[in-house]
């Protein structure tokens, strides 16, 4: 959804620098805004990012507010701010039960009467979904990949061909993002996914947890044990394997 940046600064009680009109639509980080995004900074490291950042405007403190060129709500605390305009930014998704209508399934795919295949939901030939599986919206799947009993694809995961995810595991759950106000703790959206490449193989109950702003990324080949945890923003590179 969409809202203005006067909106903002009044509903967050930030000082609005710049054009109240302007429109926010999504996050995303400094190096990787675009029009229509707000990113933040709360770390002094990645200041000299500012200068090319193309975000539609900032959440800065009052103190690096002169390096802004373009808007920028000012706020005395710009990751707390931040986690509280993502969650407006992208509210939680909604999902459809059963086999929704928009999904793609190759007639050559074996689908458990009882798993959730959600909008949009892509899967190539000769995959396998077993008993009490869940695919949520957006999920894709290639060619020949096996997914085991119990397995949980949470929304917008991208998975190649020829991969193997044993029970149990957990695939784009949120990463464990939190920001502290005076009231507690505040969670910040986590709005990036999860992008698996070909032929990785993920051991049972093992976690992958989506990116908070951009993707985990697990290359192709890598092979995962049981029990293992994959944070937000993780790479992992082509053919490595943990245990």
């Not at 200068?51 to 710009?78: F, T």
Request: some cysteine; overall charge negative; proline content about 4%.
């Amino acid at each position: 959804m969409a809202v203005s940046l006067g909106e903002l600064a009044t509903r967050f009680g930030c000082e609005l620098q710049g054009d109240p009109s302007v429109m926010v639509e999504r996050v995303a980080t400094l190096l990787n805004a675009s029009a229509g995004s707000i990113s933040f900074l709360s770390n002094p490291l990645y200041r000299e990012q500012l200068a090319a950042c193309q975000a539609s405007a900032v959440i800065v403190k009052a103190d690096v507010a002169d390096a802004c060129s373009g808007n920028a709500l000012i706020a005395a605390d710009p990751y707390l701010c931040f986690a509280r305009i993502a969650a407006v930014l992208h509210p939680p998704p909604v999902f459809a039960a059963g086999i929704h209508p928009t999904a793609v399934v190759a007639e050559t795919a074996r689908i458990a009467a009882d798993a959730h295949i959600g909008p949009h939901v892509c899967i190539g030939e000769r995959v396998v979904i077993n008993a009490g599986s869940v695919l949520e919206s957006g999920v894709r799947i290639g060619a020949d990949t096996r997914v085991l009993p119990r397995v949980t694809i949470m929304h917008d995961v991208v998975i190649g061909a020829r991969c193997l995810l044993h029970s149990g595991s957990v695939i784009g759950a949120d990463g464990f993002g939190n920001a502290m106000s005076r009231e507690g703790w505040v969670k910040v959206p986590q709005v990036g996914s999860v992008v698996i490449g070909d032929d990785v193989e993920i051991g049972a109950n093992t976690t992958v947890d989506r990116g908070t702003i951009d993707n985990t990324v697990i290359d192709n080949g890598v092979r995962l044990d049981n029990l293992i945890q994959i944070g937000h923003n993780v790479r992992i590179g082509e053919h490595s394997a943990l245990a």
